[in-house]
């Protein structure tokens, strides 16, 4: 979301007119200190906390930042969160035979968007033209709330502007969503979502759900640019009609929309093209893979570095609709921020679209599918 979590303050427009170049300087000034970056002291006790999964620690695999420049400032967005969610069954989980399985990509506000409505719909047939029974959603920007998110943080914690209605029953808490509708579910929280003011301690980040069991669930921390983000990959399996089993791994994420005052010239494309690459290298290789991601690409859409490197490492669908998913107001033209991309065998066939209605986000949601195509050894022969 572009608005999200701005870091400028107000000018002296007197002093504006005066001298534009002073009120450049003063402006870059202002930016700088009111987004400083915050770091963990070192060494930060407990800092990692987020990293860790109470119910099922061994079943998650990290990769977490290394670099030293890096480390620090993740840890203090690290300190205000709680710690991942994963479940890996949904309450009717059974053996799947399918020869598809469609596919949502939505960026839902801090929680705002009706995921309720859109599944009925999904599943009425509305949005596909032919009821759906089985699916992976792919969110960003959905909250968690409850004692599992810290009620009070180190002060020296890293903590975003809040994102959401102000009103909490307005919106929907991802893990308790996942639980009402019987879901699987993997939920990795990037930041803390609003500081002591907000009503109930929250965090916010990426997640999959899916009507199918999630295996291989694996945590990304992309590279530090403004804000942690940490993407989300999972697996599904089932079987052809054929009889042959196959496998889809899944991923969502969320880049920066712009990088840090001290880098703000990396704001342009070179800071998400940095966090794109990270996350086509973590995906290189293993199965076929579907991305469903906010790449923030407000200044050249699909001709943004970050985009055409994951076309690149994701070239399916060969035509991308023209539709674009984050609408503006009045005169100000739409953007295409949001993606699903794929990369799969040759006899496999996904393709999207753009869904006209926000549900309630500022994002409109994007649904596709994947068409299995699985030749049988014997009749390969």
Known sequence: MIAENLCIEKTDASRARRSPRAAVLAMTALVSASCAVRRAPDPAAGASACAM?????????????TPAHERAALDAWCAAVGPPVFVARPAAAGDAILDSITVIAWNARGGDGDLDALLRDLRDGRITGAPVEHFVVLLQEVVRSGP???AAPPAWAAIARRAGAADLSLRFDVERFADRHGLALLYAPSMRNGDHTVPAAEDKGNAILST????????LELPFERQRRVAVVATIEATASNGEPWTLRFASAHLDNRTRAA????????????????LADALAGGPPTAVGADLNTWFSGREAG???????????PPVLPAERTLPLPGPLPDLRLDYLLFRLPDAWDARYRVVDATYGSDHRPLVGSVAISVVSPDSAR
């Open 53 to 65: 999964d109470e119910s099922d620690t061994a079943t998650l695999r990290w990769q977490l930042r």
């Open 148 to 150: 599992d998110v810290p």
């Open 212 to 219: 199918l069991p999630l295996r291989e669930p694996t945590l």
């Open 263 to 278: 880098h703000l010239y990396r704001s342009f494309g070179a800071g998400r093209t940095h966090q794109a690459r990270a």
């Open 306 to 316: 970050a985009t055409r490197l994951l076309r690149t490492a994701f070239p399916d």
